[in-house]
């Protein structure tokens, strides 16, 4: 079988760890260190890793309109010194994030006008999403929620999230609740175990699905016994955020496999990112090893026309192209369904490459195999 990716190619995760103070392993495998020696200075980074920087007449501006937050962990992942590197590219701000806004908006999906009560955007018939904290372990640089990060941290508490309870309480067609944030993972765990248990007594909720990038970004929050308290108020899914099989390291993958352990099974959300992932060859190793390590992949969306986050758009055709490069030549169980989210709130659309083309002169009718050849069936 093969070895998950490991990182470290050529010195890179040494040169983090020197650049944080050489921590004791002890202190590398405890998420709290990790988010305590979160890294928020691109400069911090051109310097550990000696690469040039020359961004500085604009990255005050840049920082100030969406601030940089990365685990040392997740830097670590860094497969070579060189700004184009997948990591980097999710990791530390762009120039480009700054160009175009006006063409794009802060909040596409008008997730803020789909909210009859603070934190929960009700859209689809049988679930809602609840929206708990704006934290992230890990600010990733097309997140479609950026437009949250600019304002003072916030988590919501039990609190304020009753007007939420009583909604999803009166209205019994919602059979899901999608916890999401930010990292709901982020929450204090009191708070974190109180709205679990709150949404798990709502009868007519038959199902929580836990929306959080802490397995790619901070899987040392995964111990067992965290899993398992997350399991008691199942049925508990896990739906992740792995972009690039780079992120696969072996520490991510225990970390999926407590989850699994514990009775939480994972499904992961893909971005296709330009640049990042927008390759055949990448997303089959991503996809594999997704499935090896027991997940899911669900999704691959195309981006959301997110003020920021343009540079990042491959356009939706080359969504397709890769999805038809991929069927067929990939186990079933690894292929994610290729999605958009349409704007204004009108929520996803799943896209397939064309199976059928046409109809032959006798009335059968024809499709194109994965091989490329036209076939007919009657
Ligand atoms: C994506 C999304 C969901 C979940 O959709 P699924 O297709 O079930 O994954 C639910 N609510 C909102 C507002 C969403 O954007
Ligand atoms: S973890 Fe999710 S919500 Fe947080 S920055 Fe990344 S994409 Fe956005």
Not at 65 to 92: G, H, K, N
Not at 231 to 236: C, I, K, M
Not at 364 to 372: E, I, M, N, T
């Amino acid at each position: 079988m093969p070895s998950p990716v490991q990182p470290n190619p050529d010195g890179l995760l040494n040169a983090i760890r020197e650049a944080c103070g050489s921590p004791a392993p002890h202190e590398w495998g405890d998420w709290r260190w990790q988010l305590e020696n979160s890294i928020t200075d691109p400069e911090w980074v051109a310097e550990a890793l000696q690469l040039p920087w020359g961004r500085e007449h604009e990255a005050d501006h840049l920082l100030s309109t969406f601030p940089m937050s990365v685990t040392p962990y997740y830097l670590s992942l860094v497969q070579r010194a060189d700004w184009r590197d997948p990591i980097l590219r999710q990791c530390v701000p762009d120039p480009a994030e700054l160009r175009n806004r006006q063409a794009a908006s802060p909040d596409p999906l008008a997730e803020e006008r789909d909210s009859p009560v603070p934190g929960l955007v009700h859209r689809y018939p049988d679930r809602a999403l609840l929206v708990t904290t704006n934290w992230c372990a890990t600010h990733c640089r097309h997140c479609m929620r950026k437009r949250t990060w600019s304002t003072a941290r916030y988590t919501h508490s039990v609190e304020t999230l009753e007007p939420a309870f009583a909604y999803l309480q009166e209205h019994a067609g919602i059979r899901e609740v999608i916890v999401s944030g930010g990292d709901p993972l982020l929450l204090p765990e009191t708070v974190l175990s109180t709205l679990l248990e709150r949404i798990h007594a709502i009868p007519s909720v038959e199902v929580i699905r836990i929306g959080t990038r802490l397995p790619v970004v901070l899987p040392q929050r995964f111990t067992s016994a965290f899993c398992e308290r997350l399991a008691a108020w199942g049925p508990v899914w896990v739906a992740t955020h792995f972009n690039h099989p780079a992120e696969l390291t072996t520490g991510a993958i225990e970390a999926c496999g407590r989850l699994c352990r514990a009775g939480i099974p994972i499904v992961n959300q893909t971005v296709l990112l330009r640049g990042v992932n927008d390759r055949a060859d990448v997303l089959r190793e991503l996809f594999t090893g997704l499935l090896r390590a027991r997940v899911k992949p669900y999704y691959l969306f195309h981006g959301d026309p997110v003020a920021g986050a343009l540079h990042f758009r491959t356009g939706v055709e080359k969504g397709l192209a890769l999805m038809a490069e991929l069927q067929g030549r990939l186990s079933g169980l690894a292929l994610p369904t290729f999605a958009i989210d349409l704007p204004d709130g009108h929520g996803k659309v799943r896209l397939h490459p064309t199976g059928a083309c046409g109809i032959s002169g006798d009335g059968a009718a024809l499709y194109k195999s994965y091989r490329d050849a036209t076939v007919r069936y009657t």
